[in-house]
């Protein structure tokens, strides 16, 4: 859950927001501007209309106050001050009017639009460029709610701010008119909703607060969505459902009740607006006509002014408890990109060489947070060597690939590429040059085909020739629609062992210098993997190829074979080596062998 945001980290979103496109809001603001001087213009009309209707058709020309301002626009147009002339200038300022406001509309709602647009694109990108590290911290839910549903309600709020504007100058227009007209009722007015707006503030929960568990309650219903989705098949076979359902539906509750507090409050403090504003009406009248000398036309356009003064004012209470709601969505997103700005991994750097003739770990400790895992790790493979890496579970070898892949940077020591520290490269040129496979590799809910190439353009002759290396021939047939099939959320329309198969042939595509294989093989069984093993060993000489295993048998061929224990590298040599020190790896290997034989007799 996200820290509550201080007074300044509020203040400093909006003027993130404000910031964002400033002419393009300053036009639209400046074009409400001039459609609410419209309205003025617009209602400055009914003074010479009022006095047309009560003086008969024409007026004198020597009328006084607005009305003589009025005639004398008419009199340099050399225009008759006639009723009918008067209702012809009001129609055309309306239809300048309300063509103008559509434009304010239609503007305010590209820029809303395109504000959510840009925040999505920047938190995406952010979070694809953001380190693994910071993924396995926060988990993907947090980004996946931060970008699909902060965004909207954040993106809200520059139309909010837009819609803010509009009214406050609406209503300085009808303040101003009621000032011109009557000033010492228009001032009484304003105390009494100063008044009002004083006892709402007071009364009502402030909008960040009830926003603010909005926003709390609508992340726990995405955390809550995703692992009741993406874990169904343990959320079935477990038993989770109902602890789930319950988990959800409390949340949903929470989300619903809160979300109808907000459009409560906000209906509330209209409707009191409206109520407050209406007895007022009732009190000027009676003022005005007791104590107050107005001419019928003025008394009409004070209260004229005064009736759409109301429904402004209570839109812009409204608004301003909107903004407020909306907020924490905002500052939520804005701590959201921060934070993901901070956690970018580097750009730049140099090229990457043609050919890495050797890759060394020298003195390598790292730790994930506070547990050490490596400590001292020392490792080096040649161009064109089969290295393996074997160990009990837990002792750091994923942790060395991780390393080598960039996902990680060591605490102390160095990786080396030809003598340069890997860190000196290019990061995406690094990690073209190192391909990998994992054990559990994702599957895009794609066609194979996408799967293979990860978008790249590949001839279909080398896509047919890896996909044979890789041994997915032999289940493309059963495939209905061949490379085109669709392979389902995480390819789950595929097994374990030719999911494995699918990511190795794409690592293969990537036709990298080095090529990793973490556990790659794992799901096959021992026929599949010896294949593919006789493929990878054909690679050498061109790639070079590490691999993990704990099927020992997978890495009995290599030139040289690591064994990995507590973070630090304890054994090396090749398979008969390692089984003449009768170490940890004829140990490993003694046990395997145990329990093929006990396997294969029972
Ligand atoms: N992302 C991570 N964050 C925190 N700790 C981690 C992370 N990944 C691994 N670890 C921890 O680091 C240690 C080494 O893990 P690593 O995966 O490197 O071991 P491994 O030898 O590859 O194990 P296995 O053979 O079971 O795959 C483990 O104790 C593990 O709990």
Redesign the pocket.
Known sequence: MAATPSVSEKYASLRRVALYRPALTGSIVAASLFVMLLEGVGLSFLFPILDAAQAGQSLPLQANGVTGRFLSVYVAAGLPVTLEFLLVGLACVMVIRFTASFAVKWLAAKLTQTYERDLKDRAYELAMGASV?YY?DKGSDDIMNTILTQTRYAGRVIGRIIQFFQQAILCLVYIGIALAIAPVLAVGAAVALGGVTAIIRYGIEPGYAVGDRVATANEQLQETTQAGTQGIRDVKLFGMRDGLLAEFRSTLDRYTSTSVAVRRNQVAIGSLYRLSVSLLLFGLVYVAISFRALSIAELGVFLFAMLRLAPRLSSLSSTIYAIEGELPHLVRTHQFIDRLEAQQEPTGGQSVPDSIEEIAFENVSFA??D?P?LADFSMAVDRGEFVGIV??????????V?LLTRLYTPDSGEVLANGTPISAYALEEWREAVAMVR?DPHIFNDTLRYNLTAGRDITEETLYEVAEKALILEFLDDLPQGLDTVLGDDGVKLSGGQRQRVALARALLADAEVLVL??ATSDLDSNLEQQIHRTVETLDGDQTVIA?A?RLSTVSNADRIYT?ED?QVTERGSHAELLNDNGTYAELYAMQGTAAAQSSSG
Do not use: N
């Open positions: 590290a396995d994930y947070e547990e895992v160990g009990k579970s837990g002792g750091g070898k994923s942790t060395v991780s054990q973490d556990e993990i704990h990995v973070g």
